[in-house]
């Protein structure tokens, strides 16, 4: 049974950083691309980052609005994932969730994702 689990949200200033992690067991994680989409209330769910291959084929790919700021990466050792934030936003406040699918998928849109954790909120605010 595959399992994504996000961790690392809460509550902090605008300017200040967080790193989310997402936990995953069941499938190959080396061989999957992996995702991570935010939703805001009353908003659609919107791609924030995605990493695929490794080594030196490694590939990340980030929405314009984290662009600079956020940082994707995953640890194959620990099967886990990362999504690292820094100069955070009122407007990054959203719940966050992981995904993994398999490669070669349009990886800004959730149908190219095949496994959800059941996200973390983040929330930015002074």
């Known amino acids: 049974q595959v399992q994504l689990v996000e961790s690392g949200g809460g509550l902090v200033q605008p300017g200040d950083s967080l790193r989310l992690s997402c936990a995953t067991s069941?499938?190959?994680?080396?061989?999957?691309?992996m995702g991570w989409f935010r939703q805001a209330p009353g908003k659609e769910r919107e791609f924030v980052a995605a990493?695929?291959?490794?080594?030196?084929?490694?590939?990340?790919y980030y929405a314009d609005s984290v662009k600079g700021r956020f940082t994707i990466s995953r640890d194959y050792a620990k099967n886990t994932g990362y999504l690292q934030m820094n100069s955070l936003k009122p407007e990054d406040t959203a719940v966050y969730y992981c995904a993994t699918g398999r490669p070669g998928g349009d990886y800004y849109y959730p149908i190219a994702y095949d496994y959800w954790g059941q996200g973390t909120q983040v929330t930015v605010s002074s």
């Open positions: 069941g499938h190959s994680f080396s061989t999957y691309a």
């Open positions: 990493i695929s291959g490794s080594g030196a084929n490694t590939y990340s």
